[in-house]
């Protein structure tokens, strides 16, 4: 695997070397403690009880025979749970809260809902006295079947933070009267998130105060949620999360297993751990949309765009609102005049679905870039130079210009190492034997996010500064990186750094998602540490002076025992209008990404042997890590494109294949060479420290170049993901 070409401030600085994880020893050695690895005194243990139908109400509950098993505690069922204000509702707002079971009413919106929590001495004594709650149903009428859903298609409000229709010049007559079109329906299926880590939340009440530790993507979010569910103040909720399991979205929000946890420790009065176990993922913590998309692109004979088109439609809940935005790279990859994209909704018997990474960019990215391969055949046209045909140079909806794009040259040296230039363009024309190779390009792009963040920076006296701010690691590298910019902000080693987060008692961020936590604690953390600097240095800056890395850590000691007290600077960052929009520029990270498939042509069995791509993604803050995630989000991409399916049972409403063993995703077997790098850039218009976040743009654009390698290896177009071996055959 490659390396990136990371940018960085001189030999002295740690920025954009690849320092090895700072929480790595801990990890390996298994001191880093998880949410279901805390342990209180009096610790019990509950398991959620679900419902086994898709819409209806509770007619009856029986719970005698679980309460009186052995070791158990008490189980909570709506007729004795406790009455909570607005009936739990009180919280909805998201991405901060969701609208959540917590046993409320009899009501029943969907399989899998919780409808009861039972809670015993030991896992194993709450597991078996859940399985003998005994509940009766009225079963109501269920809309479950997608494609009969879409005769009552719904406007929603708003698609991600944007409007859901958007226009611009007058698409249907440049379409119209193009002198080239084309027109094709592409879908993607229900999808769940499966960290290693599973959802797990520990509550522990003394008197009016509340200790959730909960594996989070968004602490702050989590006590917001619980306070305003449960009816006490927020200052009253401590949440901790000091290590993520992988989150990918599922863990953005609070769902109800955190709510009813609390719930279930203030009703027993000891603590209780409630894990969500690996077939509870599918349903009550959300999931991908299932998204049907209609793209239509015109362009004249040289391959310059006229119009498009890109109508979206996705599932949702019937009680919550959610949307994949998959219209939203269209508006943003490719110069055209004239465009139209729109996103609607369709209403279904099912848990509401959430953010899985990369929302509505991976989704959409699939459609529009094996729209444009197929515009290029239209045109006789190399895929690549149809992309640089109509690169745009401001954002084609808003016609603002970019903070920072270097797409042109990723273009350029990504294909360079894959070697595109040696592709036959006719479809099965390439073979190594019998094997049929296929050579596809794609290219990625996720927005650029950043929200308000604060931080502190504390020199203790033994001479280490600790770097604190209410952020989250879900394993991407936050500590690390934090300890960087820290570390090169103060002028001092990085083992002089011990940076602190996952903790609501810390100054508040954001919610580790949108790719935006680099972005916006960063500059906080730098903020606070610059303001440190002046600080210390005003009275003996000498350490400032120092020739090497030595120097500099004896000097910064020797100003720590002097002082003999502790010093602390505050510093806080944020989007540079109120209303998170740059005004002067239009902010994106980019990526071209170049996939080589072999196809069996008896089989229709797929190998990747090798996927190369380059990224313009700002300043990386650390190779290592930042190579990580890339790499990480293209293996992603591949089990979207070929391996990962949530499969509904249209009569019950309940996912078929909710295990691991059923529900494929992608192993070491089936990756290839992962040759990533990107490009030297430094995006100082978008923020101080000139990053944007590559958590997610990894996954981008991956799935589209599979499926147009397959198509030149095979001469089959297949628009419906996972592309299986039956649709190649």
Known sequence: MNGARAASEGSGSPLGRPVDRVDGALKVTGRAQYAAEFDPQALCHAVMVQSTVPAGRIRRIDAREAEAMRGVVLVLTHRNAPRLPKEGRAAVNPPAGREISVLQTDAVRYNGEPVAVVVADTFEHANEAASRVGVEYERGAAELDFDRAKANLHRPEKAGRSPPDKAW???????????????????????????????????????????????????????????????????????????????????????????????????????????????????????????????????????????????????????????????????????????????????????????????????????????????????????????????????????????SKKLRECYSEAAGRFGWARRNPKPRSMRDGKVLVGWGLATATYPAHLMEAKASAT????????????????????????????????GIPIDLVRFELGDTRLPKAPISGGSMTAASVGPAVQAACETLRRTLAAEDGRWLEAADEDGRRAAFRALAARRRSSATAEGSAGPRTKDEQRQEFASRSFGAVFAEVRVDPDLGIIRVPRIVATYSVGRLLNEKTGLSQLQGGIVWGVGMALFEESLLDPATGRYVNANLAEYHVPVNA??????????????????????????????????????NAVYHATGKRVRDLPITLDKVL
């Not at 269209?330 to 279904?348: E, W």
């Not at 001479?463 to 960087?484: A, K």
């Not at 290839?672 to 976040?693: K, Q």
Request: hydrophobic content about 40%; overall charge negative; some cysteine.
């Open 169 to 403: 010049g007058n698409a249907d007559k440049a379409i119209a009267e193009a002198e080239v079109r084309m027109s094709a329906t592409y879908t993607t299926p229900y999808e769940h998130h499966n960290p290693m880590e599973p959802h797990a939340t520990v509550a522990r009440w003394e008197g009016d105060r509340l200790t959730v530790w909960d594996s989070t993507q968004y602490v702050s979010g989590v006590r917001e949620v619980v306070s305003k569910t449960l009816g006490i103040p927020a200052g009253n909720v401590r949440v901790v999360s000091p290590f993520v399991g992988g989150g990918f979205g599922c863990k953005g929000s609070t769902w109800s297993h955190v709510v009813l946890a609390a719930m279930a420790a203030r009703a027993a009065r000891r603590p209780v751990k409630l894990v969500v176990q690996r077939p509870q993922m599918f349903g009550p913590v959300g999931g991908r949309p299932r998204t049907e998309q209609r793209i239509e692109l015109a362009a004249a004979r040289d391959g310059r765009l006229a119009g498009l088109r890109h109508d979206v439609i996705s599932h949702t809940s019937k009680f919550e609102e959610f949307v994949e935005p998959s219209a939203m790279p269209t508006r943003a990859l490719y110069a055209c005049p004239n465009g139209a994209t729109t996103h609607r909704v369709v209403k279904l018997d099912l848990g509401t679905p959430t953010f899985q990474r990369a929302p509505g960019e991976s989704t959409g990215t699939f459609a529009i870039e094996c729209a444009m391969d197929e515009l290029a055949e239209r045109l006789a046209m190399d895929p690549l130079e149809l992309r640089l045909t109509n690169y745009a140079d401001v954002e084609p909806d808003t016609n603002q210009p970019w903070s």
């Open 459 to 490: 020199l203790t006296p033994e001479g280490v500064v600790v770097v604190r701010s209410g952020t989250q690691d879900i394993g991407t590298g936050t500590y690390t990186v934090m300890t960087q910019v820290a570390a090169d902000a103060l």
């Open 670 to 707: 089936d990756i290839g060479t992962l040759d990533v790098t990107v490009v030297d850039e430094n995006d100082t218009r978008f923020n101080a420290l000139g990053i944007r976040g590559i958590g997610e743009i990894g996954i981008t654009g991956v799935a589209a170049a599979l499926a």
